[in-house]
């Protein structure tokens, strides 16, 4: 069984068991997380069941494994033959997190 789950402005396609890095989450290391806003679900015979937008009573449970921030990336802009340049750099933070359950 899998499900399509919708957080941070992206979608995710999850199983139980799965580790997944979503968007910084508001919530600790060690707690659980329920994720309501379920876009798609189906079994392993490929019966699914698709929202409107969401699938009403259906939820995904998960373990917050971590927070952290995934590596640095350069972003170097410049203008031609201005002597004009910038460099910067920029962290995403991320919530690691194992899914628990499934529920219909």
């Not at 937008?53 to 494994?65: C, E, F, K, L, Q």
Request: proline share 1%.
């Amino acid at each position: 069984m899998y499900a399509v789950i919708e957080t941070g402005g992206k979608q995710y396609r999850v199983s139980q068991g799965d580790i997944v890095y979503l968007e910084k989450l508001g919530v600790n290391e060690g707690n659980q997380v329920v994720f309501d806003k379920v876009l798609l679900m189906a079994t392993e015979n490929e019966q699914s069941v698709v929202g409107t937008p969401y699938i009403d009573g259906a939820s995904v449970t998960a373990n917050v494994i971590k927070n952290g921030k995934s590596k640095k990336i350069t972003v170097f802009t410049y203008r031609a033959k201005k002597d004009s340049k910038r460099k910067m750099g920029h962290r995403q933070q991320f919530t690691k997190v194992e899914i628990v359950s499934i529920n219909a």
